[in-house]
């Protein structure tokens, strides 16, 4: 309705019209519309303070809340002319999604926002209480988010500083308060966080993994093997359908669309699988029905999906990337693996240690390479192992090409040494392996100083290797292949440092220290079940135990 300004076109009209002409103007021009709002309201330190301490879920995200607002000169994230930003209902759908991550929803349901957005609306006509309800909601949501992301990003268990969980791999650094800014449009990063989508790829996998294992839990779950079950190859058996349902993660994929029915023969296929499914268990890859393979085989699938979920949650801990080059140990699969610029480009088998002498996980960095290495026998072997034997025989450190020096490297005599202090602080001696074929670490040792002495190596005994379950070093990781893999880590090293020069230096018998032109990233990890890009998980055997220390803690949470 187009509105005649009154005031010019009364002029030589009497005062009371133009008031009365002024007032009809407005009232036309006020019908049915929100009276002006004003300006978005601020925050402050005090009032974000006060709300996030109030709720016990969001007390332990505070450190996140003030940095968000604290950059943003306190104003409102969620909040655009005093219109929602749609990512507001997109992040409050994630969360209603959290069972997917192997989270509860509930856990981050704690404002009812649905109350929220009504009592929104209802105060349109009211600035002030639309204002208040604005900062409450705006702060609401943010803690919801940092609430969330912590443990989505971050984790559910370690984050809360739990020392019962044995990893010290270096830590994920996420700044959660420029995640949220990515989401909300004011900074970018090479992160999907906009997405809320995982930081690794292998965590989305593993997700996959879970999707499918709900499903099948939800369709009755495995099918039990009967005790006693056998199989032949070859031959047919009203195993092979039950197999075929139990094994579909290890079967190639296009396996999985035979017919049950009609194909019951245990035909080279599901052999295979069997196989497969026995190694990643720590069993003897035989292809038969043993009771311990039926055991594992009978494992109800709510172990499976739990299994699943500690997994990603150690995903979770892992930094938001790997550097570009570097070498991972996951020491349940017994398997070491090489990336050259996020690529993996070399992979060999692993011993790791037993149970007694667990491998720890941690990270740190590659510095150099030794080849022809003597053997430093750690102090609690020389204490339990080796002393006995030197004061029971005079001749054992020669028969064993061994000998005893000093810290500072000087040869001496068994005979002077006070061997009751072996072991011991200040004990002052070391005693060595000469390098050579009967050496414990073999010809090459790769070194990442630490404060378990912890580093791969060579082994003598390559007969190991062909062992499915392959837990026997005091706690050091031996590999399959050293010179091949010492070759590629020398590759920019000057001297070109091949095969033939390696093993030439190794005929010396002369140790040889080599520094790698870069310090090489090295991760070794405890991951007890990894998917591929369809979600057809493999499980490995928690050799350590620590999978059941993680279940205790994470599913108390939950």
Request: aromatic share 10%; proline share 7%; net charge positive.
């Amino acid at each position: 309705m187009r509105i005649i300004n009154p005031i010019k076109k009364n002029r030589k009209g009497n005062f009371l019209f133009t008031v009365l002409a002024i007032a009809f103007a407005v009232g036309i021009s006020s019908c049915n519309r929100t009276p002006e709002i004003g300006a978005q309201p601020l925050l402050d330190s005090i009032y974000i303070t006060k709300y996030m301490k109030s709720e016990p879920a969001f007390a332990d995200e505070l450190i996140w809340a003030k940095n968000f607002y604290r950059e943003r000169k306190f104003k409102l994230g969620w909040f655009k002319d005093h219109e929602m930003v749609p990512q507001a209902e997109k992040m409050l759908d994630v969360i209603k999604r959290a069972a997917e991550e192997g989270l509860d929803p509930k856990d981050y349901q704690i404002v009812n926002f649905e109350q929220k957005f009504k009592e929104l609306k209802d105060a349109r006509k009211d600035t002030t209480k639309y204002k208040a309800l604005e900062k409450e909601i705006d702060l609401a949501l943010s803690a919801t988010y940092f609430n969330w992301a912590s443990d989505y990003y971050r984790g559910l268990v370690v984050p809360r500083e739990n020392e019962e969980v044995e990893w010290d791999v270096k830590r994920n650094k996420i700044k959660l308060h420029k995640a949220l800014m990515t989401i909300l449009g004011e900074r970018k990063s090479r992160y999907p966080y906009a997405e809320f989508k995982p930081l690794h790829e292998e965590y989305g996998h593993l997700k996959k993994a879970l999707a499918r294992y709900r499903q099948i839990q939800a369709d009755g779950g495995w099918p039990l093997i009967p005790a006693g079950a056998k199989v032949e190859p070859g031959k047919p058996s009203p195993m092979v359908p039950l197999l075929r349902k139990r094994l579909v993660d290890f079967l190639p994929v296009n396996a999985e669309a035979k017919d049950t029915a009609a194909n019951n023969v245990f035909d080279p296929s599901l052999v295979a699988a069997l196989k497969k499914f026995q190694e990643s268990q720590g069993l003897k890859p035989d292809g038969g029905l043993g009771s311990q393979t039926i055991s594992k085989l009978n494992v109800p699938i709510e172990q499976n999906i739990r299994q699943i979920i500690i997994n990603m949650e150690r995903w979770r801990w892992i930094p938001k990337k790997f550097e570009p080059n570097y070498l991972i140990v996951n020491i349940p699969e017994y398997k070491l693996r090489v990336f050259e610029q996020n690529k993996q480009v070399m992979d060999m088998r692993v011993i790791v240690g037993k149970e007694m002498n667990s491998t720890p996980i941690f990270s740190d960095k590659m510095e150099y390479v030794v080849v022809a290495p003597y053997w430093n026998i750690p102090p609690n072997i020389l204490r339990e192992e080796i002393v006995p034997n030197i004061v029971s025989d005079p001749g054992y450190l020669d028969r064993n090409n061994m000998e005893v020096v000093t810290n500072k490297g000087e040869l001496v005599s068994a005979a002077s040494v006070d061997w009751s202090q072996a072991g011991q602080p200040g004990f002052g001696y070391v005693v060595r392996k000469r390098p050579g074929p009967k050496n414990d670490l073999g010809n090459v040792k790769f070194i990442f100083p630490n404060v378990d002495n912890i580093y791969l190596h060579d082994t003598p005994n390559d007969q190991l290797f062909s062992q499915a379950s392959r837990g026997f070093s005091h706690g050091c990781v031996r590999v399959e292949r050293p010179v091949e893999l010492a070759q590629y880590l020398l590759r920019n090293v000057p001297g070109s440092w091949n095969r033939s020069k390696i093993m030439h230096q190794v005929s010396t018998g002369k140790e040889k220290h080599i520094p790698l032109k870069e310090k090489l990233p090295v991760y070794l990890v405890y991951f007890t079940a990894s998917a591929d890009a369809n979600g057809r998980v493999t499980f490995f055997e928690d050799i350590y135990g620590h999978d059941s220390e993680l279940a205790s803690m994470y599913f108390s949470r939950l």
